[in-house]
T-cell receptor, first 111, second 117 residues
Framework: DAKTTQPNSMESNEEEPVHLPCNHS???????IHWYRQLPSQGPEYVIH???SNVNNRMASLAIAEDRKSSTLILHRATLRDAAVYYC????????????FGGGTRLMVKP | DAMVIQNPRYQVTQFGKPVTLSCSQT?????MYWYQQKSSQAPKLLFH???????NEADTPDNFQSRRPNTSFCFLDIRSPGLGDAAMYLC????????????????FGPGTRLTVT
């Protein structure tokens, strides 16, 4: 699987935007970028995914670099409830129903 | 609400004493997964089922077994737990997505935290 690199941790202030980076320089043309997050004492949950174009949903936005070697998950207004570990995952469409979780970024939100 | 349920949330077992963790789902998904998550680490896939077809990850120890008697239920059996098996065990489900589909949304339960004494 193509690998991702994320900062171990980040801090944000409540109600401010947060940009969580992910590097994936070895991404292949069949890799979709997925983001999951894991709130404390819970299982991971799907956040967003994309291939080439930027994506928005009710939870977040995903900005994908033109060369696809990096992406950024954007939380527009962080709340205390957004404190979690955020995982950037590359999923090869040829690989079936498989996800491989990497290190993730622990986001801390300060009131 | 449709969901993935894991029981119990906390399980304590003794070194070497077999233990079974349970997972049930009301989503009617045909794919079910078991992940192991040790402290401060990412979840690691142990195995998964496509319906009744069992798929073991190459590095999953033989000590870990699984059963899926029907669509709704899946069990993780640890035959002889060691201290190194203390972890959070996460069950997840998903639809069996067509080849070439981009999105893979897995739905996770809250996990069972296993302590080995």
């Amino acid at each position: 699987d193509a690998k991702t690199t994320q900062p171990n941790s980040m801090e944000s202030n409540e109600e401010e935007p947060v940009h969580l980076p992910c590097n994936h320089s070895t991404i292949s043309g069949t890799d979709y970028i997925h983001w999951y997050r894991q709130l404390p004492s819970q299982g991971p949950e799907y956040v967003i995914h994309g291939l080439t174009s930027n994506v928005n949903n009710r939870m977040a936005s995903l900005a994908i670099a033109e060369d696809r070697k990096s992406s950024t998950l954007i939380l527009h207004r962080a709340t205390l409830r957004d404190a979690a570990v955020y995982y950037c995952i590359l999923r090869d469409v040829r690989a079936g129903n498989m996800l491989t979780f990497g290190g993730g970024t622990r986001l801390m939100v300060k009131p | 609400d449709a969901m993935v349920i894991q029981n119990p949330r906390y399980q304590v077992t003794q070194f070497g004493k077999p233990v079974t963790l349970s997972c049930s789902q009301t989503l009617n998904h045909n794919v079910m997964y078991w992940y192991q998550q040790k402290s401060s680490q990412a979840p690691k896939l142990l195995f998964h089922y496509y319906d009744k077809d069992f798929n073991n990850e190459a590095d999953t120890p033989d000590n870990f077994q699984s059963r899926r008697p029907n669509t709704s239920f899946c069990f993780l059996d640890i035959r002889s737990p060691g201290l190194g098996d203390a972890a959070m065990y996460l069950c997840a489900t998903s639809r069996d997505i067509p080849y070439g589909t981009g999105i893979l949304e897995q739905y996770f339960g809250p996990g069972t935290r296993l302590t080995v004494t």
